[in-house]
């Protein structure tokens, strides 16, 4: 009678239920437990290629960056006479806006439903305030140290940098944010100039750089993936050769910075995939996977 | 259950006789107020009772016997005591007797409970307690406002038996109208106010009082309906008569005669007291009105004064052009904007040049104004002060409009600032949901957004510091004009008159009652004396405070500090939307 009771409860099976009255201990798992476990279902397969191509968006932008500094240090030495700058950038943009409907042949546009009425507008309140608060501008820090004004400025464009919006989904991707701090250095750095004329172009320019480059950008990497990459490298080489007249060494640790975030970053991160382990099994939280928005309208 | 029997201590010499007073059941107390004496007719002395509860509606009742022995035990005198209480039926049935020395008082209640035991009559324990008549009387006692939580009942209970008997005494102030010598058909023993006859002045007031008060109370009216004729509602006018505290001193002066004059009489101590107070009040101010006055006009001390006041405001403007021209260089090391600097410092200077123009403008008529102005001295001293902090306030006009101005700039950029920061952050104010909510904003929004925010960030310290130095001038200002407003307001609303029957006859103002232990001997009634405690200086300033002007705002710190800091003005006068608090 004894030894049938050991061995009924010996067969007495273990479920995952918590219905049924059970022999066992609550903490009790038997041998399946780990028969669920599940690794790396959702890590992704990176190719070397397309991730160096999708790092070129985080080389225009220290590019952008690094050619507004050049740029600005022309000014302000006076090797850049600010009419000549207005002209280039003037036609920059407007090849840059043909091109923008060309690309797509107007589909954007359609899209949007925005107007060339509304393009010239904003370009006029641009143009006008930026001319009608340069020589606001041109005595604002007057008092200011310039010390305090590079730290403010090398502040901001970093926070520029780190804020963009290069196609990651995190929360602290601010685009509006990173543009603000832009414009914000680049009014500190405009009002360093000498006179207000190169205040109105500096401002004028930051605005073309950051503002509307990166629009244009991210059509042609939509678009024609191809010509995208040759206008980053022909940006990049620009970039660098500004940075050269200047200075050798900052061309040379610019150049360093480039090519590790274009070529060992993504190596780098293709090797640290092999150690990922990321575990999943029956202990995970419940996940609702159906879609609940038919039930809640 | 222990009776007590509260009995005057100037009936303590009476002759022998009835016990007039109230019985009350539910502190099984017998408050006596009277004694009746010898001889009387029953009838008669209901009748009286009758009518004295007519007039005080205060239960009265025969209570009990009196009882003197002056001289030998008088074994019928006793008996016939006895027999009256089959006469006047009353329960408990009080037998007060004192021995030929004053030293051996006797007390006896009696119950004839008829149901229990008809034959023996039953006795309780009686206290005596011995209380000034005159003193209890005139007293008005004020209850203990706060009771904590760890008094209980008992107290209330006493507090209230206690505002019962002091209740009984003053409503029967009919019965001891009637005089000891008068040729009654009852004669009564009870207090009396000594000296009726001599207090003729007291009387011819009383009687010169209606007349007076009906003449005053006539005119008071006649200025009253001149002072809310409709040509005074004419635009300006209202706004200046609120923002002039003159004015509203002398309303609030207009609003006390009107009261204190009028014919109606008083209905309660407290609104006696009140009256008292304020006349006390107006009284004391046009005294020291009048003292202000006559110092004023004697030896020239007005054109001293004249003489002085133009060299006092130049000096200010001038201190106020150097603190400008400091202000103009570069303060303290502070990063300035040069250009707005100038700019608000050239603004400011302009400013004082007109107010020197227009002080020195004025400076021929300033002797006669200033002579004018004190005659008013005789409304009172709380009026000339008054005027004396409109004219302040008329002569750092120029403070107070740099204020403004620094002030109304400053407001506004701390806004623009705080919204524009949104703008920065990418965020914005969602007035319906009172949040910050994110927001995605054009290019062009985004782009002025920045820009203005850059030029008001860097402007911003420029700014802050007019604000700041023309902030302290103005709360240098309020703070004189607040301070002049409190002796105002502290002679308007000291209750001068209680304070003075505090310091005089302290037993008017009763906080309570305290008891002396005369007689504590076994087998004799417990003899006890109660006196009146005096209620406390602080308890009758809070009681009889009488209501201020309140034409002052009342901020708290706190808030004082936030509208500093955001740059809202700040006004020593309550404004529009604070009246509906």
């Given at each position: 009678m004894c030894a049938q009771s050991i061995t009924s409860t010996k067969e007495a099976k273990w479920q995952k239920v918590l219905y049924e009255r059970q022999p066992f201990p609550d903490n009790y798992v038997d041998r399946r437990f780990l028969e669920e476990l599940r690794k790396n279902i959702y890590a992704r397969k990176y190719q070397y290629w397309a991730v160096v191509f999708e790092s070129s968006v985080v080389i225009q932008q220290l590019c952008s960056v690094c050619v507004f500094v050049v740029i600005w240090w022309y000014m302000d030495e006076g090797l850049l006479a600010p009419h000549w700058l207005f002209g280039t950038g003037l036609a920059s943009s407007l090849m840059g806006y043909v091109l923008f409907d060309l690309i797509d042949g107007g589909e954007g546009r359609k899209k949007s439903g925005r107007t060339r009425w509304a393009d010239l507008k904003s370009a006029l309140v641009f143009v006008a305030f930026t001319y009608g608060f340069s020589p606001v501008l041109k005595t604002l820090t007057e008092s200011v140290s310039t010390d305090t004004i590079y730290a403010m400025s090398v502040f901001m464009l970093l926070g520029h940098l780190i804020f963009f919006d290069y196609g990651a989904n995190a929360a602290i991707v601010s685009s509006t944010l990173s543009l603000n701090m832009a414009i914000f250095a680049s009014v500190c750095l405009a009002s360093r100039l000498p006179r207000s004329v190169h205040a109105f172009v500096m401002v004028t320019f930051a605005i073309q750089i950051f503002a509307l480059w990166p629009m244009l950008q991210k059509k042609l990497k939509a678009c024609t993936p191809r010509s995208y990459v040759g206008v980053t490298m022909l940006f990049a080489f620009s970039a660098l050769g500004g940075l050269l007249s200047i200075s050798a060494v900052g061309a040379i640790l610019f150049a360093l910075l480039l090519v590790s975030i274009s070529c060992l970053c993504p190596f780098y991160l293709i090797r640290l995939q092999l150690f990922k382990e990321n575990i999943h099994g029956p202990w995970d939280e419940a996940e609702i996977k159906e879609d609940l928005s038919r039930f809640l309208s | 259950m222990v009776l007590k029997a509260f009995f005057p201590t100037c009936c303590a010499s009476?002759?022998?006789?009835?016990?007039?007073?109230?019985?009350?059941?539910?502190?099984?107390s017998a408050v006596v107020l009277a004694v009746v004496h010898f001889p009387f007719i029953p009838i008669q002395v209901k009748e009286l009772l009758a009518q004295v509860q007519q007039a005080s509606r205060v239960g009265m009742a025969v209570l009990g016997t009196w009882c003197h022995r002056q001289q030998e035990p008088e074994e019928s005198l006793g008996h016939f005591l006895e027999g009256l209480g089959t006469i006047f039926s009353h329960e408990p049935w009080l037998q007060l007797c004192r021995e030929r020395g004053s030293k051996f008082w006797s007390c006896k209640a009696i119950h004839r409970q008829v149901s229990a035991a008809p034959?023996?009559?039953?006795?309780?324990?009686?206290?005596?307690?011995?209380?000034?008549?005159?003193?209890?009387?005139?007293?008005?006692?004020?209850?203990p406002t706060v009771v904590s939580d760890h008094q209980d009942g008992d107290t209330m209970a006493s507090t209230g038996g206690l505002a019962v008997v002091f209740d009984t005494v003053a409503r029967s102030e009919v019965l001891f109208c009637s005089d000891q010598y008068d040729e009654g058909p009852v004669r009564l023993s009870h207090w009396q106010s000594e000296g009726v006859e001599a207090s003729v002045l007291v009387e011819l007031a009383k009687r010169a009082s209606g007349p007076v008060c009906l003449l005053l109370a006539c005119l008071l009216s006649l200025i009253s309906a001149a002072s809310g004729c409709r040509l005074w509602k004419l635009w300006p006018l209202p706004f200046i008569r609120s923002k002039l505290s003159t004015c509203e001193q002398l309303r609030h002066r207009l609003d006390h005669l009107t009261l204190v004059f009028s014919t109606q009489k008083a209905q309660s101590p407290a609104q006696l007291m009140?009256?008292?107070?304020?006349?006390?009040?107006?009284?004391l101010d046009v005294a020291l009105g009048l003292m202000l006055l006559s110092w004023l006009h004697s030896s020239n001390r007005i054109g001293q004064l004249a003489d002085a006041l133009v060299p006092v405001a130049d000096h200010v403007a001038e201190e106020l052009q150097h603190l400008l021209q400091w202000l103009m260089g570069a303060p303290a090391g502070l990063k300035m904007n040069r250009a707005l600097d100038q700019v608000l410092g050239r603004f400011f200077l302009y400013h004082i040049h007109l107010w020197i123009s227009y002080i020195h403008l004025m400076s021929p008529f300033i002797e006669r104004i200033l002579w004018h102005v004190g005659l008013s001295a005789c409304l009172?001293?709380?009026?000339?002060?008054?005027?004396?902090?409109?004219?302040?306030?008329?002569?750092?006009?120029?403070?107070?409009?740099?204020?403004?101005?620094?002030?109304?700039?400053?407001?506004?950029k701390i806004y623009g600032l705080s919204s524009l920061w949104r703008l920065f952050r990418g965020k914005k104010w969602n007035v319906l949901r009172q949040r910050v909510d994110s927001c995605s904003y054009n290019l062009d929004q985004l782009f002025i957004g920045t820009l203005l925010f850059t030029i008001l960030v860097f402007l911003l310290p420029t700014t802050a510091l007019y604000y700041l130095v023309f902030t302290l001038l103005r709360l240098l200002v309020v703070t004189v004009q607040g301070l002049i407003h409190l002796l105002v307001d502290l002679v308007n609303t000291l209750p001068l008159y209680s304070l003075g029957l505090r310091l005089c006859r302290p037993y008017r103002l009763a906080a309570g009652v305290k008891f002396r232990v005369l007689e504590h001997e076994v087998g004799r009634p417990l003899r006890l004396l109660m006196q009146i405690n005096p209620l406390p200086y602080s308890r009758v300033v809070h009681t009889y405070r009488l209501p201020s002007c309140g034409c002052h705002p009342k901020h708290s710190w706190g808030s004082l500090c936030r509208k500093l800091f955001f740059g809202e003005l700040i006004y020593p006068w309550r404004q529009g939307g604070d009246k509906q608090d």
């Open positions: - | 009476a002759d022998s006789g009835l016990l007039v007073g109230r019985w009350v059941p539910e502190q099984s034959d023996v009559p039953s006795e309780d324990q009686v206290m005596l307690i011995f209380y000034d008549q005159r003193k209890v009387l005139l007293s008005q006692l004020h209850p009140r009256k008292a107070n304020m006349l006390v009040s107006v009284l009172g001293l709380t009026v000339a002060l008054s005027i004396l902090s409109d004219i302040i306030a008329l002569l750092t006009f120029h403070i107070y409009c740099f204020y403004v101005y620094g002030a109304r700039l400053y407001c506004l």
